[in-house]
């Protein structure tokens, strides 16, 4: 079955950098979008960037130039390079898959049916 599984939350100093991992199982990494998504306390799932399945990235206006999205398909991996990263950005990390091609609705969190548990990052002083 599919299966998603991050790491490499953390605690961070602002202005820090970190680089989050999600490894996929039970579907084809090279044949699906991947998306990453982020919720904060009392907050709703944004998304924060999506992969296409032939490596196309997307990002949203609020994390533009700060993250890097990638994948390894040898490794069944999809990577979230974070750089120069703010108080703002602390928030718990998910990545997730709608089993399609494109990223047509990588804002959407409701659109996605196969989500891993999620990985804490903390960006404080």
């Known amino acids: 079955q599919v299966q998603l599984v991050e790491s490499g939350g953390a605690l961070v100093q602002p202005g820090g950098s970190l680089r989050l991992s999600c490894v996929t199982s039970?579907?084809?990494?090279?044949?699906?979008?991947v998306n990453w998504f982020r919720q904060a306390p009392g907050k709703g799932r944004e998304g924060v960037s999506c992969l296409t399945a032939d490596g196309r990235a997307v990002y949203p206006d609020y994390v533009k130039g700060r993250v890097t999205i990638s994948k390894d398909n040898a490794k069944n991996t999809v990577y979230l390079q974070m750089n120069n990263l703010k108080p703002e950005d602390t928030a718990n990390y998910y990545c997730?898959?709608?089993?399609?091609?494109?990223?047509?609705?990588?804002?959407?969190?409701?659109?996605?049916?196969?989500w891993g548990q999620g990985t804490q990052v903390t960006v404080s002083s």
């Open positions: 039970g579907f084809n990494l090279d044949a699906y979008a």
């Open positions: 997730a898959t709608d089993l399609t091609i494109n990223c047509n609705y990588y804002l959407i969190a409701a659109e996605y049916d196969y």
